[in-house]
């Protein structure tokens, strides 16, 4: 069982920067792979960033690719989401998820823990 908090979201405006984290409870958490989703209103949620559990293998969407780092420190059981350059676009609620698989997946049908998101709205 691993329980997963996200944290880190607020309101901001166009072009500032927020560090989203991801706080997992129990002993397994660097057997899992992780991965940030967003979802915005009246939308699917959609896969924005996955590291694999050694945290040397990531995965971006196109839409973020360049503008968000994804890292994890397993001494502290947490992962990040570090978010530069911020779009109106952006906003949405973000979840963090952990899958038992050893490589990054954008796969959501993998994933068998999630939070319950952390809100990020970057106004114009």
């Known amino acids: 069982q691993v329980q997963l908090v996200e944290s880190g979201g607020g309101l901001v405006q166009t072009g500032d920067s927020l560090r989203l984290s991801c706080a997992a409870s129990g002993r397994t958490f660097n057997t899992y792979g992780m991965g940030w989703f967003r979802q915005a209103p009246g939308k699917e949620r959609e896969f924005v960033a996955a590291i694999g559990w050694k945290g040397d293998r990531t995965l971006y969407a196109d839409s973020v690719k360049g503008r968000f780092t994804i890292s994890r420190d397993n001494a502290k059981n947490t992962m990040y989401l570090q978010m530069n350059s911020l779009r109106p676009e952006d906003t949405a609620v973000y979840f963090c998820?952990?899958?038992?698989?050893?490589?990054?997946?954008?796969?959501?049908?993998?994933?068998?823990?999630w939070g319950q998101g952390t809100q990020v709205t970057v106004s114009v």
């Open positions: 998820a952990a899958a038992p698989v050893a490589g990054p997946t954008l796969l959501a049908g993998i994933y068998q823990y």
